[in-house]
């Protein structure tokens, strides 16, 4: 594409281009006419009017209009007055030649007029398909733009590519209100005058700024980008000169286009927001039920037994019996709040892993200790592979992994069935199962078992429903990895897999003395 394609000339440059092409025009016809003067002493001077008119059908290839019909009228003189016989005359004997010399005058004028109009309307469709391909790139990469910085770019850069204008685009704040200086100052490209004039664009919808009737005496042109629901912004540009009609059309398609994409945007933010605004009042709600009533059960039961202990003369069995029952409650009541807590610390990022080495024995039997009084109830198995190496995990994490999935399955199993805890390292993995006799998962909903406030609606049991997702939290902080399955007889599976090479002898040593 050359590169005045889209440049007007200012008008003594345009003036001095044209008298450069008459002049051109002169000399080629005249040296043209010097190079046949030895043809004018023979009867082949009708050669010498095909030599011309080729020369003048030449011109029309390559310049104007008027250059043509000045090379067309003077071929016709020269020809008269050196080669037409008599020689440097106007004055022709014969009525052959006199008919040669109009026929040749009127080819020259009307093959100059016709071969220019042929090139115009060649140079016409040539920037009819620039202007096209102009619009459908421009089209093609809008359209690939990925959010409105990028749709920017591609807009700024197609409009110094096609216009060779260098572009500023100001957006409004996604409230049809253009952004505020303050926001906006950092970038030297807008002055402070500016700003108040591309405001001025944005809020009339109409040009300003350079070539229009507010502030002509700035340097900069103002466009307001113009949508259907709403204005994305204003483009400023610097322009030289005023744009012609072509250009102007073009201009305003490109404009069309960008408003189209930045609008489109937008309204995708727009959405985006809304959705995230309606999924987090759904998630808030759920989360709000859930915990008023998983704090109410607790509470209430502390409150109750409380108020029966202060206010009755209950014998020390009774007593017991109470306490008992609030120390269950607080014991609920403390493993909701470390699960919202623990919740918390995953979805913030404060969260750190503290890789140590470890013997899954006393991991298990810390946990079994602590769960005791759930799993009085069960049948409750553990297996611990003989050669079981030390391990490299964050104790605290894997320990509150194995009892959410434990305190699980006591919610769901039934009375004196097992419960299997399993442990065992292969291939450079630590391998951890935990197995009960439960209902299990339907099969369409296994997909969603770690998803947060999963509950499965046939359930009875409490919870909020975020004791698996935290589980799967912990352990892809240890670039593990945590799978759940239906057993063949009934009840579910779960099968961890943390990576964990084995401990050279002497590290594994010193480690136990430790």
Not at 242 to 270: C, H, P, Y
């Amino acid at each position: 594409m050359p590169d005045k394609f889209f440049t007007k000339y200012p008008n003594s440059t345009l003036l001095s281009k044209k008298i450069k092409h008459y002049l051109l025009a002169i000399i080629i016809v005249s040296v043209t006419a010097l190079l046949c003067i030895p043809l004018s002493n023979t009867q082949s001077y009708y050669v010498v009017s095909f030599i011309l008119l080729f020369v003048v059908s030449f011109l029309a290839t390559i310049k104007g209009i008027g250059p043509v019909l000045v090379a067309a009228t003077l071929s016709a003189l020269v020809w008269n007055f050196f080669f037409i016989p008599p020689h440097y005359t106007f004055h022709i004997e014969k009525a052959e030649d006199i008919l040669m010399f109009g026929m040749f005058f009127i080819i020259a004028f009307l093959n100059g007029i016709l071969t220019t109009r042929v090139r115009r309307q060649e140079q016409l469709a040539r920037e009819r398909e620039k202007r096209t391909n102009a619009l459908f790139q421009l089209t093609k990469e809008l359209s690939k733009a990925n959010g409105i910085e990028e749709a920017t770019k591609v807009a700024t850069d197609n409009i110094k590519l096609y216009f060779k204008l260098e572009a500023y685009i100001v957006l409004q704040n996604g409230e049809n209100v253009l952004l505020a200086y303050r926001e906006i100052k950092e970038d030297k490209t807008l002055t402070d005058q500016g700003y108040k004039i591309a405001k001025h664009a944005f809020e009339n919808l109409t040009m300003t700024g350079r070539f229009s009737d507010v502030a002509p005496n700035i340097d900069q042109s103002f466009y307001p980008l113009k949508g259907t629901r709403l204005n994305p912004g204003v483009i400023a540009v610097k322009q030289k000169s005023v744009m012609d009609d072509a250009q102007k059309i073009l201009w305003d398609t490109f404009l069309t286009q960008i408003s189209n994409a930045l609008e489109r945007e937008f309204l995708g933010e727009l959405a985006q927001k809304v959705r995230f605004l309606d999924e987090s009042d759904r998630l808030y709600r759920t989360l709000f039920n859930s915990i008023s009533h998983e704090l109410r059960i607790p509470v209430s039961t502390i409150m109750g037994a409380s108020d029966t202990i202060i206010s009755s003369n209950s014998s020390k069995e009774v007593q017991n019996e109470l306490c008992q029952e609030i120390f269950t409650a607080s014991l609920r009541l403390n493993r909701l709040i470390e699960n919202l807590l623990n919740m918390s610390r995953l979805e913030s990022g404060h969260f750190s892993v503290r890789l140590d080495w470890y013997d899954m024995n006393d991991l298990i039997n810390k946990i079994t200790k602590d769960l005791s009084e759930e799993l009085s109830a069960y049948h409750f198995k553990v297996v611990i592979d003989d050669e079981m190496p030390l391990v490299r995990i964050d104790f605290g994490l894997i320990e509150q992994v194995l009892y959410n999935l434990l305190i699980n399955s006591t919610q769901y199993a039934p009375d004196s069935t097992e419960i299997a805890l399993s442990a065992k390292h292969e291939n450079e993995n630590l391998i951890i199962e935990i197995t009960d006799e439960g209902p299990g998962f339907p099969e369409t909903e296994l997909k969603n078992v770690f998803m947060k406030f999963f509950k499965v609606n046939s359930r009875k049991a409490g919870g909020l429903g975020l004791g698996l997702s935290i589980v799967k939290g912990f352990i892809e902080a240890h670039n593990g990895t945590i799978d759940v399955s239906n057993r063949e007889n009934g009840g579910a599976k779960f099968t961890i897999q943390i990576p964990s090479e084995k401990p050279e002898i002497k590290k594994q040593e010193d480690t136990i003395h430790e």
